[in-house]
Every structure is written in structure tokens, then in C-alpha cells.
């Protein structure tokens, strides 16, 4: 079974700081991890994903993730974050060898302060 | 994504009363996926359709029909709706070659 954990429901930050939302994932066989934003009363926006190569991949809206195999995360990441980036945010993994269901997280709730 | 839609954009109706969700695509995908939505819980798959005759069960499809009308459509039912069903749900479309998935606006439909 494959599965994804956001261990924090809620992520505050001050505009202009950099941001961290985090995710770790359990699969068997190799993880295909995606990032997704949902803004209020919209569906989910595809924003990252990582299947194979450089562990950090760069996506959306500047956003960025860092994979990290030993330690089964993969954050997302923002050099410097903008008020309009507050949305609810949700990773979700693949596994090479399933039926290719996404299993997604339960979500973090972003928000930026002015 | 505005390639991806749903009808209707929002519903109530009561309990045993039959209910369907509507998702139409013109990405071209072949596989499409129904979701529902529920506060700190994320996203749980009802059903998937690899493609028009492939439909398969998700996590959580009890209660739950679906219909792959062509390769662009795909309509999920509930025979009779119960309050618990109360939830926002998506419809989702992917191409066969990668795993990335399109959502649509969703769906959020009150059971009362």
C-alpha cells in the first residue's frame, strides 16, 4: 500500500520569508510525487512533480521540491513567499509498481501574512 | 483547468434521492478519475476508466456508480444519496503516457 503524510495542517509565514510545506511518503518500488494547489472554491492546480533525475525539481510559480530518498520526503519549497500564494496545498504519490492511483495527502493549509 | 468540467457546479438534494455528476474533458485523455473531498481528509478516489470499457472500483466506492459514456465523459451516480455523502467532488483526466493529473472545478453537493 502506498501512502503520504503533511504533518502539519497549517503553515504561517510572513511575506517575503521563504516557505516550507512538507511531505513524506511510504510506497513499494519507486515514487512518482506530485504537488497540487487548491485555491478557494477551485479545483486542484498541478504544480510539480518528480518521477526520475535531479532530486530537486523546480515548478509553478516559482515553487520548488527537494526529493530525498533516505529520508522518504519531499518538500515543497519557496525562496520567498507572496501573500496570493495562501491556498491549501496537497501532495501525492504514485508507486512504479501499482495501478497508477494517486494516493494524496490530507493538505496544508498555507497562509501568508502581509 | 477550464479543459475539464462539471456539471453541476453545485447541488443539494435530499436523502434517497438519485443524484448524477457530470465531467466532461477535451484534453483528449484516455484515463479519467472521480474524487470526493472532505475536510482534513484530502482527496479519496471513488472510481477510475484506463478508458470507455475499462472502469474500476477506488477506495472508498460504495455507494457510488459510474458511467464512461465516451472517451471524453464520465458521469458518477449515487443511487441514493445519504448525508454522509455531503462532500466537494472532482473529476480528473490523465494521459496514458504520464501520471500528472487535470482536475476539474468540482462539484459540491449537500445531502440533506
Known amino acids: 500500500a502506498q501512502s503520504v503524510a503533511q504533518p502539519e495542517d497549517q503553515v504561517n509565514v510572513a511575506e517575503g520569508n521563504p516557505l516550507t510545506v512538507k511531505c513524506t511518503y511510504s510506497?513499494?518500488?519507486?515514487?512518482?510525487l506530485f504537488w497540487y494547489v487548491q485555491y478557494p472554491n477551485r479545483g486542484l492546480q498541478f504544480l510539480l512533480k518528480?518521477?526520475?533525475?535531479?532530486?530537486l525539481v523546480k515548478g509553478s510559480y516559482g515553487f520548488e521540491a527537494e526529493f530525498n530518498k533516505s529520508q522518504t520526503s519531499f518538500h515543497l519549497k519557496k525562496p520567498s513567499a507572496l501573500v496570493s500564494d495562501s491556498a491549501l496545498y496537497f501532495c501525492?504519490?504514485?508507486?512504479?509498481?501499482?495501478?497508477?492511483?494517486?494516493?494524496f495527502g490530507s493538505g496544508t493549509q498555507l497562509t501568508v501574512l502581509p | 483547468d477550464a479543459d475539464v468540467t462539471q456539471t453541476p457546479r453545485n447541488r443539494i438534494t435530499k436523502t434517497g434521492k438519485r443524484i448524477m455528476l457530470e465531467c466532461s474533458q477535451t484534453?483528449?485523455?484516455?484515463?479519467m478519475y472521480w474524487y470526493r473531498q472532505d475536510p482534513g481528509l484530502g482527496l479519496r478516489l471513488i472510481y477510475y476508466?484506463?478508458?470507455?470499457?475499462?472502469?474500476n472500483k477506488g477506495e472508498i466506492s460504495d455507494g457510488y456508480s459510474v458511467s464512461r459514456q465516451a472517451q471524453a465523459k464520465f458521469s458518477l451516480s449515487l443511487e441514493s444519496a445519504i448525508p454522509n455523502q455531503t462532500a466537494l467532488y472532482f473529476c480528473?483526466?490523465?494521459?496514458?503516457?504520464?501520471?500528472?493529473?487535470?482536475f476539474g472545478p468540482g462539484t459540491r453537493l449537500t445531502v440533506l
Open positions: 518528480y518521477i526520475t533525475g535531479d532530486n
Open positions: 480528473a483526466t490523465s494521459d496514458r503516457h504520464t501520471d500528472t493529473q487535470y
Open positions: 501525492a504519490v504514485i508507486s512504479s509498481g501499482s495501478a497508477r492511483q494517486l494516493t
Open positions: 484534453k483528449g485523455h484516455d484515463r
Open positions: 476508466s484506463f478508458d470507455v470499457k475499462d472502469i
Open positions: 510506497v513499494s518500488g519507486n515514487p512518482y
